[in-house]
């Protein structure tokens, strides 16, 4: 049951991995990239390493978010790519 | 149904090889500064995907000690004292506490990779901040635009 969970998951992070980096607007870039740290986090719980799971929704997700928005606000907003 | 069975138990390392690979391509094709430093953190966290899949065991829980592994072996080796004192004969039970390591996960590669976030989360502070005066001296975060400018003369 739980290799279940654990392949809806996977496949959720390449699926948000590829958006993230395909999709115009930078700042809903920085969002799926925030999602894509959080579904990471989830996997780490499920797979017992509880600590990192929550310095990754801390840290990787709440942090690297916040940075990722503070500087797409001070320069631009869209991408050529 | 062998290919299948590679793949299903094992899939958190191909998923692992995918993730890493897409971050590869964006650091190295994407031409938008802040789509690289996107690009590093997936890579970045691909491999701490790896690391945490090798500690995983079949079956195991988290490893924290509950309280009774640790204070339950205590008490036994307390009352194995007082009754063994009787007869004279003292035996050591310090080695009597059961834990059994296929319970829990290796929390080594946890650890190592605390400190593998952290320092990931410092490289896109670094990588943004530059990102950030490169913007306030070429008036860009487009890689080709700010190389035209630099070959121009600015």
């Known amino acids: ?81 | 149904m062998e290919i299948f069975e590679a793949i299903s138990t094992k899939i958190n390392y191909w998923v692992y090889i995918v993730i890493m690979m897409i971050g590869l391509y964006a650091m190295i094709a994407k031409n938008n500064m802040i789509k690289k430093l996107i690009g590093m953190s997936i890579f970045q966290t691909a491999i701490i995907l790896f690391y945490v899949s090798i500690g995983v065991k079949e079956g195991a829980t988290i490893p924290i000690l509950y309280h009774d592994q640790v204070h339950g072996a205590h008490d036994d080796h307390h009352e194995a004292d007082t009754s063994h004192g009787e007869n004279g004969v003292v035996e050591s039970h310090a080695t009597d506490i059961h834990i059994n390591p296929d319970e829990f996960t290796n929390p080594l590669v946890h650890v190592l990779m605390l400190t593998a976030i952290v320092v990931g989360v410092s490289t896109l502070g670094v990588g943004l901040a530059i990102t950030q005066k490169l913007h306030r001296e070429y008036g860009s975060i487009e890689e080709h635009e700010i190389l035209e400018l630099i070959k121009s003369g600015k």
């Open chain 1, 1 to 81: 049951m739980i290799w279940i969970f654990d392949s809806i998951i996977l496949i959720f992070l390449v699926v948000t991995a590829i958006i993230s980096l395909q999709v115009k607007d930078l700042l809903s870039a920085a969002m799926i990239f925030g999602v894509y740290s959080f579904l990471m986090c989830l996997l780490w719980a499920g797979m017992a390493a509880v600590d990192v799971a929550f310095t990754e929704a801390a840290v990787g997700a709440g942090v690297s978010a916040v940075f990722l928005i503070a500087t797409v606000l001070r320069t631009s907003r869209r991408s050529s790519d």
